[in-house]
């Protein structure tokens, strides 16, 4: 499959969360293989111009039996907001807004080519200490659903997390397949970036906000256990008995 279409704001970033706020929906796309409703939106901005969103509506998100229905959309921009706080800008872009199909998320789309899932980047060594970092990020956000293709790499091969929907449950519930770099340290540099988005948090610094506005007080806590537990054991765990992957796989 050739790699997916360019998008022209992804090159700056800058105010590309105001731009998605306020851009018109002109055409979606569904994403057939989605177990949720998703869209491929294509958007237009008086002055950015027209782009590509993921446009996830909370009317089309399928009940679950152990996350809160209709919630899935915050997390996603939780996700985001996590990524933000600790500089790792992991997560594209993504805001809580109106379209066609009601409120949903709204996140920047990232041209990619579908072949180059988690299974194909991670024989790139060049891509480890990305993955290492995103190994990280799904550690303290709980991901329970990190599958090989929720991970894409644009034409400058950065790498971006996609599909955080199933994130900061109060109960551990790390699912990913990303397991080769267990038992690998985490550097300082990611160490120093939690802890001071730990202290953020901690504050309800402004910077933390948006973050912890659509989280339980229960969940918030425990997102700082994870972090503080992994500041002590600052490992990246190994593989357990009970289910730690996804299904499917990619």
């Not at 851009?23 to 590509?52: C, I, K, M």
């Not at 550690?139 to 293709?149: L, M, Q, S, T």
């Not at 950065?158 to 955080?164: G, K, M």
């Not at 906000?209 to 600052?234: C, Y």
Request: some cysteine.
């Amino acid at each position: 499959m050739a790699r997916l279409p360019a998008n022209p704001w992804l090159p700056s970033m800058e105010g590309v969360l105001e731009v998605l706020r306020a851009a018109e929906f002109t055409r979606l796309q569904p994403v057939w293989d989605s177990s949720n409703q998703v869209y491929v939106a294509e958007l237009a901005h008086s002055e950015a111009g027209r782009g590509l969103g993921i446009y996830k509506p909370a009317s089309g998100e399928r009940p679950l039996n152990d996350f809160p229905y209709g919630t899935l959309h915050h997390r996603e921009v939780a996700a985001y907001e996590l990524s933000a706080l600790l500089g790792w800008h992991l997560v594209p872009p993504t805001v809580i807004r109106e379209g066609p199909r009601g409120e949903g998320s709204l996140q920047l789309f990232i041209e990619h080519d579908p072949e180059e899932h988690y299974f194909v980047l991670r024989e790139d060594a060049a891509l480890h200490d990305q993955l290492v970092r995103l190994a990280t990020f799904d550690r303290v956000a709980n991901n329970a659903d990190r599958k090989g293709g929720h991970i894409l790499s644009d034409p400058n091969r950065r790498l971006w997390a996609i599909d955080n929907g199933l994130t900061f449950h109060q109960h551990e519930k790390l699912r990913t397949v990303i397991w080769d770099f267990a038992g690998t340290e985490a550097p300082p540099g990611l160490l120093e970036d939690l802890r001071r988005a730990l202290g953020c948090i901690e504050a309800g610094a402004e910077d933390a906000r948006s973050l912890l506005e659509p989280l339980t007080s229960r969940e918030r806590g425990a997102l700082v256990e994870r972090i503080e537990a992994f500041l002590r054991d600052p490992v990246l765990p190994e593989m357990y008995p009970w289910r730690c992957t996804p299904w499917p796989l990619i």
